[in-house]
């Protein structure tokens, strides 16, 4: 099974964020980056399906920051190739335009299955994979959380809300929104990072940004982003539960919640 896995890169919301001056995005500028969470578990799943089916794995990503360090540890993990588009434009890229970039270079390769995080913590919008497949024209799934083969496709099994539990049967080629894997994202040692690296086995595709489909783009505007506000709201309360009870019975009737 030859499998394609789309990676991006994402602020380091855990080092801090910062806003740009006009208070309308993220200083990108400024910030560090990481692999997107959900994008390591669709490499986990794709690897873990390159060992069942004999398969081939190639990780694919814009030039996002960062991304060459992503891409060799992908292929330091096991995929069989990394391939970086370049040439795309800015280094952010909405969810519309980033799925229609890739698809272009998708549509010209082989493949069976093509797997993607199911969505990403600066766009929350888990557009990519389903865009990636109405731009491809195949089979959809997502909140995918394990994946069967079978002789006549696959079987994905999805994660809803409230614990419930769906399987969907699939014909190949397809296009899956990964939001977690049989087993966690194995680790890799910086060494064997280094040693990806020094092979040189980034492929450099240029592209000059065209998505090859229509795309309006989102369709969202941004006004305004600001960090949480500031209040002095918290209340502490006394150690014992009888006081702290008290107290919280207080606060109750003070704001007109109890008789």
Same mark, same amino acid.
């Given at each position: 099974?030859?499998?394609?896995? %789309?990676?991006?890169? =994402?602020?380091? !919301? $855990?080092? &801090?964020? @910062?806003?740009? #001056?006009?208070?309308?995005?993220?200083?990108?500028?400024?910030?560090?980056?990481?692999?997107?969470?959900?994008?390591?578990?669709?490499?986990?799943?794709?690897?873990?399906?390159?060992?069942?089916?004999?398969?081939?794995?190639?990780?694919?990503?814009?030039?996002?920051?960062?991304?060459?360090?992503?891409?060799?540890?992908?292929?330091?993990?096991? %995929?069989?190739?990394? =391939?970086?588009? !370049? $040439?795309? &434009?800015? @280094?952010?890229? #909405?969810?519309?335009?980033?799925?229609?970039?890739?698809?272009?270079?998708?549509?010209?390769?082989?493949?069976?299955?093509?797997?993607?995080?199911?969505?990403?913590?600066?766009?929350?919008?888990?557009?990519?994979?389903?865009?990636?497949?109405?731009?491809?024209?195949?089979?959809?799934?997502?909140?995918?959380?394990?994946?069967?083969?079978?002789?006549?496709?696959?079987?994905?099994?999805?994660?809803?809300? &409230?614990?419930?539990?769906?399987?969907?049967?699939?014909?190949?080629?397809?296009?899956?929104?990964?939001?977690?894997?049989?087993?966690?994202?194995?680790?890799?040692?910086?060494?064997?990072?280094?040693?990806?690296?020094?092979?040189?086995?980034?492929?450099?595709?240029?592209?000059?940004?065209?998505?090859?489909?229509?795309?309006?783009?989102?369709?969202?505007?941004?006004?305004?982003?600001?960090?949480?506000?500031?209040?002095?709201?918290?209340?502490?309360?006394?150690?014992?539960?009888?006081?702290?009870?008290?107290?919280?019975?207080?606060?109750?009737?003070?704001?007109?919640?109890?008789?």
């Amino acid at each position: 099974m030859d499998i394609i896995v %789309a990676l991006k890169q =994402v602020p380091d !919301v $855990g080092a &801090g964020i @910062a806003i740009n #001056d006009e208070g309308t995005d993220l200083a990108r500028d400024r910030l560090g980056f990481v692999t997107n969470p959900f994008d390591e578990w669709a490499l986990e799943e794709a690897l873990l399906l390159k060992d069942m089916t004999d398969g081939w794995v190639t990780v694919v990503s814009l030039d996002d920051p960062g991304i060459d360090h992503a891409l060799y540890r992908a292929l330091a993990l096991g %995929a069989d190739h990394a =391939v970086k588009l !370049v $040439g795309t &434009g800015p @280094a952010w890229i #909405d969810s519309h335009r980033r799925a229609g970039i890739m698809a272009s270079w998708i549509r010209e390769q082989l493949y069976d299955l093509i797997l993607s995080g199911v969505q990403a913590p600066d766009d929350l919008d888990g557009q990519l994979p389903a865009l990636l497949a109405a731009g491809l024209g195949h089979p959809f799934a997502s909140v995918v959380v394990a994946v069967e083969v079978t002789e006549t496709g696959l079987i994905a099994t999805q994660e809803f809300g &409230g614990g419930r539990v769906g399987r969907i049967e699939l014909a190949l080629p397809a296009v899956l929104g990964i939001q977690g894997s049989l087993r966690d994202p194995r680790y890799v040692s910086d060494m064997r990072i280094r040693l990806a690296s020094m092979g040189g086995g980034i492929e450099e595709v240029r592209s000059d940004g065209e998505t090859g489909v229509p795309t309006a783009g989102s369709g969202l505007s941004v006004r305004r982003v600001f960090t949480p506000e500031a209040s002095r709201r918290a209340v502490m309360l006394p150690a014992s539960p009888h006081e702290a009870a008290d107290a919280i019975l207080g606060l109750l009737r003070e704001r007109g919640l109890i008789a």
